[in-house]
């Protein structure tokens, strides 16, 4: 049972930054991601990342959000820059192993002035 603590949510103006990080249980092999989910809408894909460090992004997000994971630590961060209000969301870290596709408990991110 692998578990995924996110942390690093939190209240930010437009145009301001947030950097929320994962940490995994245990030795994540696979890719580890970050999905969001905005009220009324359904869960959409934010970015993941490889063991070896090939990242993927949404179109959304490109260029301001970066993936990056510490192996060694077992945990993946998202750094979000040049956030805007369509950001606001609760994100979620994800991994799958053996399969099975596991979820953190999800933090909160509100952009707003």
């Known amino acids: 049972q692998v578990q995924l603590v996110e942390s690093g949510g939190g209240l930010v103006q437009p145009g301001g930054s947030l950097r929320l990080s994962c940490a995994a249980s245990?030795?994540?092999?696979?890719?580890m991601g970050w999905y969001r989910q905005a009220p009324g809408k359904q869960r959409e894909f934010v970015a993941s990342?490889?063991?070896?460090?090939?990242?993927n992004y949404a179109d959304s997000v490109k260029g301001r959000f970066t993936i990056s994971r510490d192996n060694a630590k077992n945990t993946v961060h998202l750094q979000m820059n040049s956030l805007k209000p369509e950001d606001t969301a609760v994100y979620y870290c994800?991994?799958?192993?053996?399969?099975?596709?596991?979820w953190g408990q999800g933090t909160q991110v509100t952009v707003s002035s």
């Open positions: 994800t991994t799958r192993v053996v399969g099975r596709t596991y």
């Open positions: 245990e030795t994540i092999f696979n890719d």
């Open positions: 990342i490889g063991r070896g460090g090939t990242t």
